[in-house]
């Protein structure tokens, strides 16, 4: 999309749009504008900016403070290295990227407009304008409530008083089409296009998607043993001993592997042994004016003593009581339950047969409403813990939520099994749950946002050109800007690793009760991908890229469920009437084998937990044969100077 | 110890000494030397060495063959520099050194006598000496057998072909004079001079000195708890729930807290974000030419898949069978125990009553002698398992060594505890357990060795000045060098360790039923300070240091007993008569609560674990300005180099 000068358009490859709120004052936009396009030496970045011109149909509403960000070339190589962005070399290894050294890197043509990816540019772009930081302003020009600190980031600054109202990459409207159909519009059994992906949307992304895949994959197995079991012993739950024990070594394996895999992939796109930049306090913090201890710069502080009290004293509270209100409505849901069956019971019809299923039905709908809810307290709730970093905020608010979602989803399935120990309904109940949670999941998540996008993009093309279709419509550039400003943001992978956790459980908890489990999730994963693939390429904003070197956090999550699954799966082995058969004569010795048995699994997984390697040897060998010539090549450095200056001053003695 | 020339002695501070074996060729010799003394631009070391002379009382089978080794002012710093020491700077922050900025290091004067400490120096020309290189020579001058890979180390290469016999370093008997007052001369109540150790003994030592000291400390709270147990609730032993449930919390508290302690140590000696170097392969490992994937030498390589055909089929194996042994050993004491107690039952006397302690005693000799047998062969199949990297051979002596202690120790415990369920024959044996191996050690370790020690130095001492007492003799430098190189050699923490493990077991298993464990285990440290101190300065010759910064392997086995100790805890707890009569009806209720109890306890001691961060807040602000500082600095460096181009530019365009 290079663009030539002339009719509002600019000059230059617009990558990063900037919206500022409509009653910006002009002497904050030339203030702004004029350090961004200042030189680094000065301390600007050095990036270049224009304003957005108006629509082909400019209305009076419209938000005049657009502006396009680009970068010449060589800015963005030389934003490459300082971000320590990792490129193939020349001999196949994955090295930090220098100017210096720039045709020795693999793709590297000279003109390179191939060598980045368009998600790496924006990444730069966005990268050096959050580095753009205040020199010895103590306000922004025209808006003296708007206070900087010398060293701290304007454009955080900016988006926390809502003078910048979002930063966002734009679409590629070529590239998105190459992807969008090897991706998810022709109908096939291959992969997905990970490397495509990862091109468009970056790293992050591309995990996820690699996850998804992975995951349903390692699903097959189980979903093929899992038919027959459901086929031939519809109503014998007691041979689910030998289902439950694949389980147990399933879950661990998976995950393990999964650990190499994900790193195969980090390391082949240059993430796995990158640096991570110094994180910038959040947007939203705040707190009294004080010193940095690890800058020296001066900038809102607030204490942690506080924050942990806000913790402690608030969040865990209110956490607490939503577990209180998922078990209050957990019970109700079992006197409806009750009350059903016992209508059924009294008259059996079909309608009654059909009432059955509905407090189930209800309840799946009501937890999935209780999730939705409790999200925002879960935001709003961190949002006020007041984290100062982007990573503690987001594993405080994974911590909360993971927690209500999981006790919310299982905790009836947990109180059937256990406690009531009654396998029809508790079968009966996974698969009204699985069902239900899947279906309002979708329609959620992608199609009910694209119904919406769809009304707004077919009202602002219909204004412009009047019977062409949707589909091949090519809007001029500031049209464009303005639709994609106005689609819904892309809040990260949190929900969709979330849904695949709930999904995990399911499947490793339970799926020895309802083997046909395993069979609805891969399902539900093939479907997850088309979804998903159609909600990032037409429904959202495009997303800056995330360069991640793993699934972070959900690991430990995933982790933490299959140690669950492993208890979960040994009791349901222990309550079972083939085992129970062993021990005609005593439940203790019955409970005691069990829970050593357990004890022995558990121990089992830890010490496989070590010994298989995270990385996979080839890649420990490319990472140590890098540090290995880095420090030769250094040490070589030293002599030789060393060696230089002997020579010096014996030519100065003589 | 600064020596002047003249009558044998070298003209430099000796620090290292080499023992080539008395047969090598002159020629050999010569080379070795001039190898060393050459410049490290020409492949060398740049350190000085020179032939030990004569001793004052010459005897034919003396070896001739033992060099000094020590090395100018200069040269230890920059060894200092390349082994990336850190130092504290003037502004109280630890930093790697450098030659450049020596001045801004707050304790170098110039001369810098006091900057390194001697085991540091000791520690550089070590290093200095295994990273002297072959160049081009195909084998060793005059010993055609030997050969050597270009790039290889030649000193591990003369060492593994028994050409070199040792290399040491040299104890400094004003310094050590002056430590051993300090350290175990004077009975007092204070802290141990941790400081000084490491200044003496490095960093390794110091470390393990610090964790006898924090472990015995830790055990104090609970010696004075069981104290009054002890003496009140005599044979009470269903009071023991209390103390049990202190136990459980007590061992995973100490254990976090001591890796902070840990880390703040490693802090102030600054091990802690030092690089660790590349590990060069063991003196022992051999296999086929090859090239090595990581440095592109040539190099003996050896299979991995051999190897762990070698640990899988053979040493486990192996080691499986030892603890078959040590199981049908037990059973042999129980079967003496037994007739012992049928002895006494049938007809008490006072020779019946102590009878019945025999079996137990016997029992802790024997489990002592095959603790030491059983190592002797866990080392004899590492060895054998051909290990590349020291720190991989390490892993798996430790390993191997621990399971079967643990066993050994152990399992006669459990089997009282839960198989006979016998409490009071539990206590009996832990005490004659713990009593007897305590003894036992402190006299292997310690007076054994030493009294070996001192037959030898009389003798020689003897030879020289007859009459004089052994304490203030000053022998010359060539006596007092092969009297070190006699002395034995000190085998590094592993045993120590070892110990102190086996110790903490008895202590958070069982002190429940026998509250005095901790009470005898704090007595043993103290001795064992003492012991240990004296086996260091006396008993052994000077060891390299060791630049730790943490216990290493042994954190991860401490942590797996505390795991164990949870475990067994609550099933002590849960075994009690008190806590019986809560559940009178249902065995199994009592079970079941008992493991959910525990289950919780483990999935709390995880989060705790989580929860404590490892590294305290003030080092972790420390440690991230330094980055930033360093990141900020090469930055800036980036930036002003890339405005003079632009500048030279403009220039040139003019």
């Not at 990444?123 to 304008?129: A, D, N, P, R, V």
């Not at 069902?435 to 199609?447: G, R, Y």
């Amino acid at each position: 999309m290079m663009l030539s000068a002339g009719n509002g358009v600019p000059s230059f490859t617009p990558r990063v749009v900037l919206e500022l709120a409509s009653d910006t004052k002009e002497e904050a936009i030339t203030w702004l504008l004029s350090r961004i396009r200042d030189t680094q030496y000065n301390g600007g970045t050095e990036l270049l900016v224009e304003q957005l011109g108006p629509g082909a149909d400019a209305q009076e509403k419209e938000n005049p403070n657009m502006f396009l960000v680009g970068a010449t070339w060589q800015r963005l190589l030389s934003g490459a290295e300082d971000l320590g962005l990792f490129k193939e070399f020349n001999d196949g290894s994955m090295r930090a990227f220098t100017c210096a050294n720039k045709y020795n890197f693999k793709d590297f043509k000279g003109d390179g407009d191939s060598f980045l990816s368009t998600a790496e540019c924006q990444y730069i772009i966005k990268h050096e304008l959050d580095t753009l930081r205040a020199k010895d302003e103590t306000h922004v020009p025209g808006l003296s409530r708007v206070k900087l600190y010398p060293g701290k980031s304007v454009i955080r600054r900016l988006l926390s008083k809502g003078i910048l109202i979002q930063v966002f990459p734009l679409h590629e409207k070529e590239e998105l089409k190459r992807l969008s159909f090897a991706w998810y519009k022709k109908v096939k059994l291959s992969f997905q296009p990970l490397e495509d992906i990862r091109h468009y949307y970056g790293e992050g992304q591309a995990l996820y998607f690699g996850f998804l895949e992975y995951f349903t994959f390692a699903l097959v197995p189980m979903a093929l043993i899992g038919v027959p079991y459901y086929l031939f012993d519809w109503e014998d739950y007691d041979k689910y001993v030998i289902f439950a024990s694949f389980n147990l070594v399933w879950c661990t394996v998976i995950l393990e592997l999964w650990k190499r895999c994900s790193s195969s992939l980090a390391y082949r796109w240059g993430t796995l042994s990158r640096k991570k930049a110094f994180e910038e306090p959040r947007p939203g913090f705040h707190g009294v004016l004080g010193f940095n201890p690890v800058t020296g710069r001066q900038e809102p502080l607030y204490p942690n003593a506080k924050r942990q009290l806000r913790v402690y004293l608030v969040s865990l509270p209110f956490v607490l009581l939503c577990l209180y209100l998922s078990l209050y409505v957990m019970m109700i849901y079992f006197l409806m339950e009750g009350w059903a069956l016992s209508v059924h019971d009294a008259e059996p019809t079909f309608w009654t047969g059909i009432l059955c299923f509905i407090p189930s039905v209800l309840y799946a709908v009501v937890i999935e409403i209780m999730n939705l809810i409790y999200r925002y307290a879960a935001e709003f709730l961190t949002e006020w813990e007041n984290h100062r970093l982007e990573s503690s905020y987001q594993n405080h608010l994974v911590l909360k939520v993971l927690v209500f979602n999981f006790f919310n989803c299982f905790a009836s399935l947990f109180y059937i099994a256990f406690v009531m120990q009654d396998m029809v309904l508790l079968r009966q109940s996974l698969a009204t749950l699985l069902i239900t949670s899947q279906i309002l999941n979708q329609l959620m998540e992608a199609f009910l946002p694209y119904w919406l996008q769809r009304r707004r993009n077919k009202k602002m093309v219909r204004k412009i050109h009047k019977g062409k279709t949707l589909e091949d419509q090519e809007l001029p550039l500031a049209n464009q800007v303005r639709l994609e400003a106005d689609m819904s943001t892309y809040l990260g992978t949190f929900d969709d690793y979330l849904e695949l956790f709930l999904l995990f459980g399911y499947v490793s908890l339970f799926s020895c009760v309802y083997p046909l489990a395993a069979v609805l999730v891969v399902l539900n994963n093939i479907t997850e991908v088309y979804s998903d693939a159609f909600k990032m390429c037409r429904v959202f904003k495009r997303p800056f890229s995330d360069p991640a070197a793993n699934i972070g956090v959900w690991q430990l999550a995933f982790e933490a469920m299959s140690v669950i699954a492993v208890v979960t799966n040994c009791s349901l082995i222990g309550m079972s009437p083939q085992v129970k058969a062993y021990f005609p004569d005593s439940d203790m010795q019955l409970i005691l084998w069990t829970v050593a048995i357990e004890h022995g699994l558990l121990a089992f997984k830890f010490i496989l937990t070590f010994l298989i390697p995270d990385v996979p040897k080839h890649i420990q060998i490319n990472l140590s044969r890098l540090e290995f010539e880095s420090r030769e090549a250094l040490k070589k450095k030293k002599i030789l100077e060393a060696s230089e200056v002997t020579k010096a001053r014996r030519l100065g003695s003589l």
